[in-house]
């Protein structure tokens, strides 16, 4: 699809001859096009926490407001407004993502008005801010801010609440199926593989307690194949006891599975991988442990190349230390082969997963006001065997007013924090904006967000050009599709930016050459790809 979109893309004023030329001379024109670095054709999509399965949180296009101050909010959903709907209000779950495929965005939500309102799925046109259904789910336990995970080629999004993984068909909220795990998830989120048809799986952690255990699951998705997969969706496939999970959101990659975990009592953590594809044993070994002393982790880890050019991966992660200062945890780097530290550098305390620069740099979202903490982005340099913290913006920006020697309210730049998995994309002039929330004042147990920020990350926290747009009541880990931007606050779920573009104009269900044929002849809502309001060559481009 990619190289294809490319071509398509190189391709402008070309169409007849490409006709012409048929299928394998579009495979060259793509090569020659991807040789030259031209940008694939963005798919709108956006289908878990940190948007791709490895947790590498970047957006396709450059995002509105890069070159701005402000920032223009399109719409925000407070009621449910789906067919049967009647208008009842609907509180978005705090701190939970939102995810997306095509024009659909999901999230969770507390449908009514306290004490009778009900958790519920709700589906919004991301175009007009319309629901177009919600569906029951199982309650949260401890105010869990799980995310959704979208599964693409199935047209279904899976929920992790209660003590259950479910399904709901994404057109039309039905369940297709649930599975019953033996704790309940907290804060974790599913991941959902790809790339292992007949037998895709879905792995999610849940929650023992502080000193219990808790498990990772494996759970078919696909459907029943007596030969290839003989599971039916939703039965699990295997669980493996990882010490006392919390957060614990898994990554996926190339057939492997690496989950990061607390450890119990004694307050250390672990990182874990498996192979994704075992089965016929209901407890597969892992195929590596790394254990790190001090602090456990809390959250999810990213899967990445190194930097300059090093194309083996690496799992990134962070601990949540409950003690000591700004800097009181670990950020650590690992080989995905084996499981060895490669390094290991102090941090902010963070339930969030790092994103990685292509750069080299590895972005952080960490802290909490107060407890010797803070919220904020710190910024780190991987120069591949050894790193180190850049900047962090709270520190850079702090002027201890009361000479207490603790970063105050008022007293430092305010933006990031521990729950939030921002996002990246690089605008026309090459440079890398951060979107990420401001966890604020009063968060300590998970309420909504401040606001929504960008950051230019070419210039220091220090710049008055560092905040380029902020949007308060809003904040939640967000998800970005075309050129706009999702998240929930306390006033809703918040569009910013431009509505996503249309580009399956032949509506045939793929994104592909035949949308580029289809473009002259189409009706001028088609026609009208980047949503400007008119139909014309730069939709067309």
């Known amino acids: 699809m990619d ?88 509180r978005w779950m705090a701190q939970s993502g939102v995810v997306a495929q095509g024009e659909r965005l999901y999230a969770l939500a507390m449908r009514g008005t306290p004490p009778t309102a009900t958790p519920v799925l709700a589906c919004v046109d991301a175009n007009t801010g319309a629901v177009r259904w919600t569906a029951p789910v199982p309650e949260p336990v401890f105010d869990s801010y799980s995310t959704p995970a979208v599964r693409e080629e199935a047209g279904e999004v899976l929920v992790a609440a209660g003590n259950e993984l479910r399904a709901h068909d994404g057109a039309t909220g039905a369940l297709r199926w649930r599975t019953v795990l033996w704790g309940d998830v907290v804060n974790a989120s599913p991941v959902v593989t790809d790339d292992l048809g007949p037998a895709d799986r879905a792995f999610v952690t849940d929650y023992g307690g502080f000193g219990f255990a808790g498990f990772l699951y494996c759970v078919n998705v696909d459907a029943f194949d007596a030969q290839r997969n003989p599971y039916q969706p939703g039965e699990i496939v295997w669980s493996a006891e990882i010490g006392s999970p919390v957060g614990s959101t898994p990554a996926y990659d190339r057939g492997v599975v690496y989950v990061a975990t607390y450890q119990g009592p004694a307050g250390s953590g672990a990182v874990y991988a498996f192979d994704a594809r075992s089965a016929g044993t209901p407890t597969p070994a892992p195929l590596w442990r790394y254990d790190h002393a001090g602090a456990g982790f809390f959250g999810g880890v990213t899967v990445a190349p190194g930097p300059g050019g090093d194309e083996r991966r690496y799992v990134y992660g962070a601990t ?46 960490a802290g909490i006001q107060g407890f010797g903490s803070a919220p904020s982005v710190q910024v780190f340099r991987d120069a591949g065997t050894s790193a180190t913290l850049l900047w962090d913006s709270a520190l850079s920006t702090w002027s201890d007013a009361n000479a207490n020697g603790e970063i105050d309210p008022g007293e430092a730049l305010s933006v990031g924090g521990y729950t939030i998995t921002p996002l990246v994309a690089t605008d026309e002039r090459g440079r890398v904006m951060l979107v990420t929330g401001d966890l604020g004042v009063g968060n300590e147990t998970g309420g909504h967000a401040a606001r929504l920020v960008m950051l230019d990350l070419s210039r220091p926290p220090t710049d008055p050009a560092f905040v380029r747009w902020s949007v308060t009541h809003a904040g939640s880990s967000p998800a970005a599709l075309g050129r706009g931007v999702y998240s929930i606050g306390s006033a809703g779920l918040a569009a910013i930016g431009p509505a996503p573009t249309r580009l399956d104009v032949s509506l045939d269900g793929f994104v592909d050459i035949d949308d580029l044929y289809a473009w002259s002849g189409a009706p001028a809502l088609l026609r009208d790809v980047n949503r400007d309001g008119v139909a014309d060559g730069r939709d067309q481009n």
Do not use: M
């Open 320 to 365: 949540y230390g409950f003690n000591g200062g700004l800097l009181n945890s670990e950020l650590v780097k690992l080989d995905a082969r084996t499981g060895a530290r490669v390094w290991s550098t102090p941090s902010g305390r963070t339930n969030s997963t790092p994103i990685v620069l292509p750069d080299g740099r590895v972005v952080l979202s």
């Open 3 to 90: 190289t294809v979109s490319v071509a398509c893309a190189r391709a402008r004023g070309a169409g007849a001859q490409a006709r012409v030329l048929g299928a394998a001379a579009w495979l060259v024109l793509a090569a020659s096009a991807a040789a030259q670095g031209l940008p694939a054709w963005p798919e709108p999509t956006w289908p878990g926490l940190g948007r791709l399965s490895t947790r590498q949180s970047a957006a396709d296009l450059p995002l509105a407001g890069s070159d701005e101050t402000s920032a223009a909010v399109r719409w925000r959903v407070t009621t449910d407004t789906s067919p049967g709907g009647g208008n009842a209000p609907l």
